[in-house]
């Protein structure tokens, strides 16, 4: 890959400059919806003419008509990938630009797990865009600091008394540059959320979390109660939590969008031909396809702000996710947390009305990938910080013939707890699986704690695109080692745990 190169610090910069780099009159506003355990063939354009042609799945059965309206507006990503498919590790990658090693955040954040949070001096997207001019929001879930005994209405206490904790106030020394603030850890009561807000004041609004924050967000838009400074461009995030689990009754969804799904037999919703439609989960498909659903309506009623401010011409909106869902398919439990493709392959689709031409794009764009990305397209590209380890492919949003080099290929990173204290909590993490994907090939390596090799995972995407067979790497063995070599050089250049430690250098070659 390219060498980039970027200045070590962050400058202040007027909308007046950001206009002047990007070559417009105006600088951009940026809306960054994300839900959470959303993944790509969930996507209803994906069983549309002119859709549906460029993969080689089956989209899901949803009624996303506001996405798929949007779609037809976008650059649409067919092969972005979370790189390390949970929450906390992947909005750590989303926020700064680096792999899970360098972040601060490669495992879930919790009590339990007190190394793992974005450090107060690390710089953020945020921290960027608010360096810029920008004004900058975050709305939804955060999930990416540590719980501490900071409750704003109780001091010295948590948040939630279970434990582990896994909820989380963030205080204002800790949000990176966002000044508008209506946020959370972590929380899984859908219809029952919480936030607490710039000044630190919590609020229960008993409504179905994405619908809430579309409203938040709607009303931020709009300025309606002065919530940003007017004279600037602003940069928006929303983490909705829908369709993340749970997924079982309607307490999880709106019955709206339950009564879409609910009468269709288990084998109208799982369609893909590795779903395994006699586990228990099955009984979920119907749950999570209507939280699907519920959060297209929420995405259309930002869409609807905007337009009804006129300010959608303006404004680069991006709808992504933080991982994908696995449901019943490979018989597995785990919703996310591997290399399959229902885990890693995540919707990702840019519109900016004037300067993207709407179509769908193969790119391999990975998690730290993201963060650049965004800065680049708001024409602040040449003031990504130092630290970040992923690539701008602005360039290839606004013209898809730049003269720009694609990624080859994406890593999988999956990390467990490691070495526990006397008091019961983590100290640090075990690299427990380390792979790559490209355009063919999926290749996962997993090892024993002692560090050997256990098991892997090896899938020819091009040929069983539903990975049903596991190819034994003697049968493809120039292909396996060309993988495990791409694999090394990858790791060696993030500077990854497995290269530091020469992991299965046997196997894996970590020269450059």
């Known amino acids: 890959m390219k060498k980039k190169t970027f200045f070590a610090g962050l400058l202040v910069f007027s909308p007046q400059a950001i206009c002047a780099v990007a070559g417009n009159n105006v600088p951009p506003n ?3 919806v994300f839900p959470d355990q959303f993944r790509n ?5 994906w069983q549309e003419k002119g859709f549906a042609e460029q993969v080689k799945f089956r989209g899901d059965p949803t009624h996303t008509p506001r996405l798929n309206e949007f779609a037809k507006e976008s650059v649409v990503l067919s092969s972005a990938m979370s790189n390390c498919p949970l929450s906390s590790p992947h909005r750590g990658s989303l926020l700064t630009g680096m792999y899970p090693n360098h972040s601060g955040v490669p495992v879930n954040c919790n009590s339990s797990r007190p190394f793992s949070f974005i450090r107060p001096e690390t710089t953020c997207i945020g921290d960027v865009f608010h360096q810029a001019g920008y004004d900058c ?3 939804g879930k955060l999930h990416a600091d540590r719980p501490e005994q900071n409750d704003p209405a109780r001091p010295g206490h948590y948040v939630e008394d279970k434990q582990p904790v896994w909820d989380a106030y963030t205080p204002k020394e800790r949000r990176h540059g966002f000044n508008f603030w209506y946020s959370y850890g972590t929380f899984d009561e859908h219809k029952n959320p919480h936030y607490w807000d710039t000044e630190g004041k919590k609020h229960e609004p008993h409504e179905w979390s994405p619908l809430h924050e579309a409203r938040i967000a709607a009303d931020y838009i709009r300025n309606l109660h002065g919530e940003r400074d007017p004279k600037k461009p602003f940069f928006l995030m ?3 939590n829908p369709p993340h689990s749970p997924y079982r009754s309607l307490n999880d969804c709106m019955p709206e969008d339950y009564a879409l799904y609910k009468d269709k037999p288990i084998e109208q919703l799982l369609v893909r031909d590795n779903a395994v439609r006699n586990m228990d989960k099955a009984k979920s498909a119907a749950f999570y396809f209507a939280s699907v659903s519920g959060v297209d309506r ?5 869409l609807d702000a905007l337009k009804e401010a006129g300010l959608t011409r303006n404004t680069i909106v991006v709808f992504a996710s933080d991982h994908g869902e696995t449901m019943c398919s490979q018989g597995t439990e785990d919703p996310k947390n591997s290399p399959y493709t229902e ?3 995540i919707p990702f689709m840019v519109r900016y009305p004037g300067h993207l031409t709407p179509r ?5 764009m990975s998690s730290p990938d993201i963060m650049p990305t965004m800065i680049g397209l708001a024409g602040l590209g040449h003031h990504i910080p130092s630290s970040v380890q992923g690539h701008d492919y602005s360039s290839l949003f606004l013209n898809k013939k730049a003269t720009i080099q694609r990624p080859d290929a994406a890593l999988y990173i999956q990390n467990i707890d490691g070495r526990k204290g006397t008091d019961g909590k983590v100290l640090d993490y075990f690299p427990s699986a380390r792979g790559i994907k490209t355009s063919r090939y999926t290749l996962a390596l997993y090892i024993t704690r002692n560090k050997k090799l256990k098991n892997v995972l090896f899938f020819d995407d091009w040929n069983d695109p539903y990975q049903l067979h596991n190819i034994n790497p003697e049968t493809r063995k120039a292909d396996y080692l060309a993988l495990c070599h791409r694999l090394g050089e990858l790791l060696k250049e993030i500077d990854d745990p497995w290269a530091q430690q020469q ?3 046997q196997l894996i070659s970590y020269k450059k």
């Open 30 to 32: 940026i809306v960054y």
């Open 41 to 45: 063939a969930a996507l209803g354009i």
């Open 137 to 139: 929001g975050y709305i």
């Open 238 to 240: 929303v983490g909705m």
């Open 298 to 302: 929420a995405f259309g009623q930002i």
């Open 343 to 345: 885990s890693m392959n």
């Open 360 to 364: 769908v794009d193969s790119l391999l």
């Open 503 to 505: 992991i299965l250098s």
